[in-house]
């Protein structure tokens, strides 16, 4: 573990929640903050395992020994609020940069022959396929879009069954005017990107299919070449957490715990 991106992420979050004046409990033993920072630490080293990143961060002092973990899965699903808000003030810092890219990576629950008997999510909407690893998989998909340091500064998860166009309207409407979206073939819709470039003035630039007549000019190849790759170290940095390997009993579980790596994720390109 790195004492400097632990004790970032607390300062983050101790200082988010003294500016709108948040108290813990008279009676806890642990802060809110300290709770809050021991799940960003699972998901930065200990794969989303709460449990080992609890007993760790007890071993190395930097909690007290009082906090059981039942007690521990309590209160961050009290406090899955605050952990949403402050990825929501991270976004809002991003949003002023001039170029972002745009991708969506799966965030399986279980394998597709188990999807019948899976309690957290029921439905056809939920069965996806990822065309880069071309497999089938039955859960949630991450749509994120980051700024060119590799930041968070919107993003959604929806069934996995719906299109990578379905959110990028929402997404793309508080992006800074005249910025450049970069996106992969998935984002080849010519309609989109004209109401896009109107209601909001972000013009779209993917990945153009060879059989097209619309191409990308030069100076929108060398962007992509230049900055798709950061969201492709962002989906690794991402997977290497074990986004993708989630293991909650409920749906609020699952939430809490792909918030906290992308807070993770914010945390470690900021620094």
Not at 145 to 174: K, Q, R, S, V, W
Not at 192 to 209: K, N
Request: hydrophobic share 45%.
């Amino acid at each position: 573990m790195d004492d400097h991106f632990i004790v970032t992420a607390f300062v983050i979050i101790d200082d988010l929640m003294t500016k709108f004046d948040h108290h813990t409990h008279c009676l806890a033993q642990v802060s809110d903050a300290e709770v809050l920072t021991v799940a960003i630490v699972a998901s930065k080293y200990f794969g989303n395992n709460h449990q080992s990143a609890l007993a760790a961060m007890k071993a190395a002092r930097y909690i007290p020994n009082k906090l059981k973990t039942s007690r521990f899965n309590r209160r961050i699903h009290q406090l899955q609020s605050w952990l949403e808000f402050a990825l929501e003030t991270i976004g809002e810092l991003c949003r002023h940069s001039e170029v972002y890219i745009i991708d969506s990576m799966p965030l399986p629950v279980c394998q597709r022959v188990r999807a019948m008997r899976c309690k957290k999510v029921r439905g056809k909407e939920f069965c996806g396929y990822c065309a880069a690893k071309k497999q089938k998989f039955f859960g949630w998909r991450l749509h994120l879009i980051c700024d060119e340091a590799g930041m968070p500064a919107m993003f959604t998860i929806l069934a996995a069954g719906f299109h990578d166009l379905t959110p990028i309207h929402e997404l793309t409407y508080e992006l800074p005017e005249e910025a450049l979206l970069y996106g992969d073939k998935a984002f080849n819709a010519a309609v989109d990107e004209a109401s896009i470039l109107e209601e909001v003035g972000v013009l779209v630039v993917p990945i153009r299919r060879k059989n097209m007549k619309l191409q990308n000019s030069i100076g929108e190849t060398f962007g992509l070449a230049r900055y798709r790759r950061r969201i492709e170290t962002v989906n690794s940095q991402l997977e290497s957490m074990g986004i993708q390997r989630l293991r909650a009993r409920t749906r609020d579980g699952f939430e809490i715990k792909t918030h906290a790596s992308l807070f993770a994720l914010a945390v470690t390109n900021g620094m």
